[in-house]
């Protein structure tokens, strides 16, 4: 019977673990995102003039994304 107990402590264990992990984790993410957001607010934001140096052609997603697989291209 002790065994028993012991496996079924050990299981909350380590779903603890797990757990606290997964929500560290997360937390971790937001303060991370937060410390940049705050550096960027921070910095003077560019004003530059910009210039376009060239143009994309043949943009169409549909005829891209089949093409990648040779039985659905249809040319």
């Not at 002790?2 to 797990?18: L, N």
């Not at 757990?19 to 560290?24: P, S």
Request: glycine share 6%.
């Amino acid at each position: 019977m002790d065994t028993v107990d012991a496996s079924f402590q050990m299981v909350q264990i380590i779903i603890f673990i797990g757990f606290a992990l997964v929500i560290g984790g997360i937390i971790f993410s937001f303060v991370k995102q937060a410390a940049t957001w705050s550096s960027n607010k921070q910095k003077p934001r560019l004003r530059v003039p910009a210039q376009v140096v060239g143009k994309r052609t043949g943009s169409d997603r549909r005829k891209r994304e089949a093409c990648d697989y040779p039985l659905l291209c249809h040319s």
